[in-house]
């Protein structure tokens, strides 16, 4: 629909100082046209800094009088964060933001929500409007007098002229000696959860892994590893993991969250059936599509999968920081030296590696796909580990290898 309900901006892109100071000069033209917003509008601050900062220099009283909402600071709606009334209701609608991520259900968890990205100063403008179709540098607004305006070139200071701003910036610093500081948490906690090492490599090849999820088409990190009402649990591993490629798509159903479990033949949800292969002492394959891990750089993305035991992830080809992130939990980062081979990959795959032990920079990995029906595909696999990113594979993490001194 062209008709707009809802115009956002902020959040942690696109949320300066001179991103909210321009769209704050567009908003004072509103009362100065006597025009009416015909959109609701929100403003998610990037930082207290800048929060305090706007009020400071009176911005947020300037969108207080066009009845925009200016939200805590936080990722907001741009992850989910948004109680949005009627979302529930699924019905078609669009809405326009500063955030850099639009992907389906994303920002209010509907579906039928057609969310359009723009800078802060043109949805500000189009949230005056109303209308998608609307040219700021063209167009003109019909105002409660009934005349014509145009709206002026948004202004904005780069910094602001009194300097920042912050009575509490929310700053805590370490303690000068940190040798006797114990870090208590509750084992009841749903919330936290203390992190144990995972496991360095055994240094043997990886042999009878069976296939987790042939994940086809668009795979975000979203998908791997959602945040909505999930959230809450970004300090507590095991009860977050409960949501890994929730989203994904399975190349053999086209469904998500529905695999097959090789151990009991039944179809289950995706962490549910990785939980069933961790306790059995199987190790899983993950196989995706192009771009795959693509948007925010979610670590939890990375973390979930090696958790519930996940060796490898072998798609087409990778978003560059998830592929990183990969790497640094100690996992297998590859890329299918011929594409085609995606195909050549069967629900009831085990999968064996059979060089491991020769992983070294810049060459490949020979897999070996076995059938259900007993017949054997060899799959080369590239790979982009350098000598340092091998060491956080042998450790089992960059973060052993921190913890013991040698990263």
């Not at 669009?94 to 949805?123: C, M, Q, W, Y």
């Amino acid at each position: 629909p062209l008709q707009i309900q809802v115009g956002l901006i902020g959040s942690c892109t696109n949320s300066s100082y001179e991103d909210i100071a321009r769209a704050a000069s567009l908003a004072k033209q509103v009362a100065a046209k006597n025009l009416k917003t015909k959109a609701q509008f929100s403003i998610t601050p990037g930082s207290e800094v800048v929060r305090s900062t706007i009020e400071r220099d009176g911005f947020i009283e300037t969108f207080d009088k066009i009845n925009a909402t200016v939200f805590a600071n936080a990722c907001g709606p741009c992850i989910g964060m948004w109680d949005r009334e009627g979302a529930e209701k699924e019905e078609r609608n669009t809405i326009v933001h500063s955030f850099n991520r639009n992907f389906s259900k994303r920002a209010d968890g509907n579906p039928n929500t057609l969310a359009f990205v723009g800078s802060p100063e043109l949805v500000t403008a189009l949230a005056i409007a109303g209308d998608l179709g609307f040219n700021p540098l063209t167009d003109k607004l019909i105002n409660e007098d009934g005349i014509e305006v145009m709206l002026d070139e948004p202004t904005g200071d780069e910094l602001p002229a009194k300097g920042f701003y912050a009575e509490d910036p929310g700053f805590q610093a370490p303690a000068a000696d940190g040798s006797g500081v114990q870090v208590v948490v509750d084992e009841a906690s749903e919330r936290l959860q203390l992190l144990a090492p995972f496991d360095a490599w055994d240094g043997k090849n990886i042999s009878g892994a069976k296939l987790l999820i042939k994940a086809f088409g668009k795979c975000t990190t979203d998908h791997i590893s959602m945040a909505g009402p999930w959230l809450r649990f970004r300090g507590h591993l095991d009860n977050i993991s409960n949501n890994m490629l929730i989203g994904a798509v399975n190349a053999f159903n086209q469904s998500t969250n529905s695999v097959k479990n090789q151990l009991t033949n039944a179809y289950d949800a995706v962490p549910a059936v990785a939980r069933a292969y961790k306790a059995a002492g199987v190790p899983s394959i993950v196989v995706g599509d192009h771009n795959y891990g693509e948007g925010s750089s979610r670590e939890h993305a990375a973390m979930e999968p090696r958790f519930l035991g996940v060796k490898a992830v072998l798609v087409k080809s990778f978003a560059r920081i998830h592929e990183t992130n990969l790497k640094k939990q100690g996992m297998l980062a590859l890329t299918f030296a011929n594409e085609a081979d995606y195909d050549k990959i069967q629900e009831n795959d085990t999968i064996n590696f059979l060089d491991l032990t020769e992983f070294a920079p810049g060459k490949p990995l020979t897999l070996e796909f076995v059938h259900e029906d007993g017949s054997k595909d060899i799959i080369m696999a590239n790979h982009t580990y350098n000598e340092g990113q091998i060491g956080w594979f042998v450790a089992g993490s960059a973060l052993n290898l921190i913890a013991a001194g040698k990263a």
